[in-house]
């Protein structure tokens, strides 16, 4: 399979920080308080200045195939900034022809024409984080936005032209039942989406939400209703039309993310923005985290390059593993080891894999239990 080259853009800002969240994502009074440049104002210059710098390091002559902008709230910054990025990447390395271009947003970061902008300049994918319908769970997890607003921004964008459009959802939360999911997954399947994205909640060391579980406030998050949840979002979008194509992600044929499968297929992207990871071949380099510290860099027009590992062929062959395992197109047996055959042959016996011709896929089952499966497969 030839490898695909994408590009990831970090956008740092968020209008607020959601309290199970852990992301390198920073509000406009925290970067003051940090006493750095960086403001939604600047940043477009220096991201732009990073790709023409040169420290991106053009692995071939490979044109970009799909561009991510992630973040933080890459919506927080004005559209024209946004496609002024996307046209320095596609000066600088060149994008084909049907490259997959997405941004990920808040319902309430949008309105009709800032998507309409955005579209124009040539973004074709957008990615909303709706989380959950129910009012109780959205103020648990701290998100500003109301569930309604997330159907309008949804219709702005299919009227002004997206061909794809993917709502983020959270469940397993402290604070939902299994009649909120529902709720949740009954107007999700009434949307004109394509995608959908759901995670499972995990209570992060350092957040605010782990320091109200440390003190007593909240409970932990369940695994156990984790699992509960999920074939509950499995069976009701298999019902309207959606097939999951990664453990947690599920399309409309067509509408799967070329950028994450490129992650998933352990194939090639460059990296930009503070913090931000970039991949060829096996050879892993990020960023510096805090965006001050990479605006001076750019500034200064030394590389921003925190550090790089090369990993060994070995350490390549348990990240396709892991990758891999995850996509329904499943994990070439090639990959296993003489013990990583024998594990996957019990683990077929145990209902947890099917053999196909020449690698092995997630049954049902196994999709609750695929961390533990990658581990046993590495042995």
């Known amino acids: 399979m030839p490898r695909t080259l994408g590009a990831y853009v970090h956008v740092p800002f968020c209008a607020s920080r959601c309290g199970y969240c852990d992301f390198n994502t920073y509000t406009a009074a925290e970067l003051q308080r940090d006493g750095t440049t960086v403001s939604v104002a600047t940043y477009a210059d220096r991201v732009i200045s990073q790709i023409q710098q040169g420290h991106l390091a053009r692995p071939d002559s490979r044109e970009i195939e799909t561009v991510f902008f992630g973040g933080g709230t890459p919506t927080l910054m004005p559209a024209n900034e946004l496609v002024r990025i996307l046209a320095a990447l596609r000066s600088e390395y060149g994008l084909a022809n049907d490259a997959e271009v997405t941004t990920e947003a808040n319902p309430d970061s949008v309105t009709r024409e800032y998507l309409q902008e955005l579209h124009d300049g040539g973004f074709t994918r957008i990615s909303f984080g709706h989380q959950s319908s129910a009012s109780h769970v959205l103020q648990l997890l ?36 299994d009649e909120d999911l529902v709720q949740t997954l009954a107007e999700v399947v009434k949307a004109d989406i394509d995608h ?36 509950i979002i499995d069976q009701t979008l298999s019902a309207h039309g959606f097939t999951w194509y990664e453990v947690s992600n599920w399309a409309k044929p067509g509408g799967e993310c070329q950028h994450n499968i490129g992650y998933w297929r352990n194939h090639d992207w460059l990296g930009i923005g503070p913090g931000a990871h970039a991949h060829f071949e096996g050879t892993r380099m990020w960023n510096v985290k805090h965006p001050a510290t990479w605006a001076a860099a750019i500034d200064s027009s030394e590389s921003p390059w925190a550090n790089s590992e090369v ?65 046993r497969l590495w042995d």
């Open 196 to 231: 959908v994205s759901a995670y499972s909640l995990i209570v992060e060391p350092g957040t605010r939400m782990a320091a109200k579980v440390d003190r007593g406030e909240i409970a932990p998050a369940s695994d156990d209703i984790a699992a509960h949840r999920y074939p």
């Open 142 to 177: 701290e998100r500003t936005h109301t569930s309604g607003r997330t159907w309008d921004a949804v219709a702005w964008a299919r009227e002004a032209g997206f061909e794809h459009v993917s709502v983020d959802l959270i469940y397993g939360s402290q604070a939902e039942s």
């Open 311 to 375: 990993l060994t062929l070995d350490e390549q062959r348990r990240e396709h593993i892991m990758l891999r395992l995850r996509l329904r197109e499943g994990l070439p047996l090639d990959y296993l080891s003489e013990a990583g055959w024998s594990k996957a042959v019990e683990a077929v016996v145990e209902g947890l894999l099917e053999q196909h011709e020449d690698r092995v896929v997630l049954t049902d089952s196994g999709r609750l239990l695929a961390d533990g499966l990658v581990a």
